[in-house]
């Protein structure tokens, strides 16, 4: 394994642009771990162009965010704002490709959601994560996730539980900043 501090790692929010690079990301992620997620491998090849789009084109837009090692995208993750929570940050899709974890892609992906909701004035994130990925779990509550509520169904699994983890975020924002007016304000 290459050490983390010769690596190049980076990080970037796609725009919509780069859908076949994000839908590329996630048939590897769902090939990968199907178990982890939501989506199942066979809805995910059933969607078409503006299917793959239309997360751009939402009300909000969820941000879309890859990370890579070297130039070459290793990892990806989003934020979507579900009206079952508010329309509070939710983290989906996180997914780094097996070559490529340990080597820091977790926290820069993290950080880059936790940095855009600061950016935009939300209080906290939500994730929901496998109960047996002990390895995101792991990650997770290193950054500062704490386990929340109780758990329910995997959508494509229900046999698996998805427990819920939130992160209280510090926004740093002044009165005098603007919010974009496609992001929904913060409720308490």
Known sequence: MTPMTDLDLSISELPESDWELWRDLRLEALRDAP??????????LERDEESWRGVWRADPPAPRFVAGIDGVPRG????????AFGCQPLLI???ISPAARGRGLGPILLDACVDWCARHGYPRLRLGVVEDNEAAVRLYSRYGFRFEGTGEPLLSDPSKVVKWMDLPIETNLSADT??????PEPTA
């Not at 990806?76 to 009206?83: D, G, L, Q, R, V």
């Not at 603007?178 to 992001?183: C, G, I, K, L, R």
């Open 35 to 44: 178990g982890a997620f939501g989506e199942t491998l066979a809805a995910a």
């Open 76 to 83: 990806m993750c989003s934020i979507t704002f579900p009206e």
């Open 93 to 95: 899709s996180m997914w």
């Open 178 to 183: 603007a919010e974009p007016t496609a992001v």
